[in-house]
């Protein structure tokens, strides 16, 4: 992988330079990269675009089978609170790095700079193609629910209808030439969309955390492995981004009602196979949990722009840096629109892909989507390990950026027990 050399009258420099810096601009010049786009997104656009890719109730809503079926109730409670509370250590320690290093490359540029020169090319290439596989199969499998989600409500709605796994491709196909499209307009346009997801996601919620509350649906695997696959139901807004203290605390809170509310455990997750919607219709009717349902979807289509938003700015700086065997077509920014629409599409068709094995397998597409998103949490990790073992070294001398953990308890707590829990559930 090669990057681009320092613009002239710039120093290839210290990171220090940027804390000095009062434009964004200038810091990307202190760092070797010429601005390409258009900085249109507001406060407002950027806060709403954080919000909007955690998606908390839509992501509850997707996963909230997996927990409740396989280790019951106890499960969905605890291991949200559990799983959350250990990715927020991961989200100090990427936004520790990433605050350092503020470039579309994010990881792989922060893995590069981490760690010394001989080895720099090799890192960013391998944790770039970490991030860029992560990138497309976490979006194609949130499309995929996205599409899920909608079909259950067909079938609440329409008694007769019934969910194949060609009805699903062909929808999750579909939803993603619409967030490509969106994501091929004017940077403005795109910020004021952006900026209108923070108020999508503000919609309200409306045995739960004792051992009478744990079932066994695994087959015989037992009460421990059915509790410890409830941590699954985290997978969502951990892979799609970074955890927050707000999923946390928003997403445990939701559970808990949900599962307060639930009812009978055997009459779940019925006939539109979403338990999250099954429980809407036992408790509001069909036609209030069908309005409050569209809610959900709505958010979760939020999830998926921001998600695709995200993605192709990462193939945009990994093709500019060499990492792509494209000679930097898919780095070229549209003269009109001032976005990377080449990228944009290269990520809608290449996430098309792996929905596709559903028509063969829905359990090897699930083992698919399942095993790749572990390349998503090993770009996180390695530049994290890297930060620790080499922030010293001559050739590195990380100088944190903003936001900094610090060399003290709290930020080799945080640093160490996010790599540990990541292998964890990655095992």
């Known amino acids: 992988m090669s990057s681009n050399p320092p613009l002239p009258g710039y120093q290839a420099a210290s990171i220090s330079s940027l804390l000095d810096s009062d434009s964004d601009d200038d810091a990307l010049k202190a760092l070797g990269y010429a601005p390409s786009f258009t900085r249109e997104f507001s406060n407002l656009a950027t806060i709403s675009f954080a919000f909007s890719i955690m998606g908390v109730c839509?992501?509850?809503?997707?996963?909230?089978?997996?927990?409740?079926?396989?280790?019951?109730?106890?499960?969905?409670?605890?291991?949200?609170?559990l799983g959350g509370s250990n990715c927020v250590l991961l989200e100090g320690s990427i936004a520790e790095i990433v605050s350092a290093y503020p470039t579309c490359g994010g990881l792989y540029t922060a893995s590069a700079k981490l760690c010394p020169r001989k080895y720099r090319a090799r890192v960013g290439w391998v944790v770039g193609w970490l991030n860029i596989l992560g990138q497309f199969v976490g979006l194609s499998s949130t499309e995929f629910g996205l599409a899920n989600m909608i079909l259950a409500a067909v079938v609440v709605a329409r008694d007769d209808f019934v969910i194949t796994p060609g009805k699903a491709v062909r929808l999750t196909t579909a939803l993603l030439f619409v967030h490509g499209i969106l994501n091929s307009l004017r940077t403005r346009h795109l910020a004021l969309l952006t900026s209108s997801f923070l108020f999508v996601n503000m919609h309200p919620a409306s045995y739960v955390f004792g051992s009478d509350g744990l079932v066994d649906g695994t087959g015989g695997w037992g009460r421990g492995m059915s509790f410890l696959l409830g941590l699954l139901t985290y997978a969502a807004p951990a892979t799609i981004a970074?955890?927050?203290?707000?999923?946390?605390?928003?997403?445990?809170?939701l559970n808990i009602t949900l599962i307060l509310v639930s009812g009978p455990l055997y009459l779940l997750p019925g006939p539109s196979g979403s338990a999250f919607l099954a429980i809407l219709s036992m408790r509001l009717g069909r036609g209030p949990?069908?309005?409050?349902?569209?809610?959900?979807?709505?958010?979760a289509f939020c999830v998926c722009q921001s998600g695709l938003q995200a993605g192709?700015?990462?193939?945009?700086?990994?093709?500019?840096?060499?990492?792509?065997?494209?000679?930097?077509?898919f780095a070229r920014v549209n003269a009109r629109s001032k976005t990377p629409i080449r990228a944009v599409w290269l990520t809608v068709l290449v996430s098309v892909l792996p929905g596709l094995l559903d028509l063969a397998s829905p359990i090897a597409a699930m083992a698919i989507f399942a095993m790749i998103s572990m390349s998503m949490d090993l770009s996180y990790i390695v530049p994290i390990i890297l930060r620790r073992l080499f922030h010293a070294h001559p050739?590195?001398?990380?100088?944190?950026g903003p936001f900094a953990l610090g060399n003290g308890v709290m930020g080799w707590v945080a640093n160490w027990g996010c790599v540990v829990w990541t292998l964890f559930g990655g095992i």
């Open 289 to 299: 949990a069908l309005a409050l349902w569209s809610l959900v979807c709505l958010t």
């Open 242 to 253: 970074i955890a927050t203290l707000g999923t946390l605390i928003i997403g445990w809170l």
């Open 395 to 400: 050739e590195v001398q990380f100088v944190p």
């Open 58 to 81: 839509s992501s509850v809503a997707s996963t909230f089978n997996t927990p409740l079926l396989l280790g019951g109730p106890a499960s969905v409670t605890w291991c949200w609170l």
């Open 312 to 329: 192709l700015r990462t193939i945009y700086a990994f093709s500019r840096d060499g990492g792509l065997p494209d000679g930097g077509y």
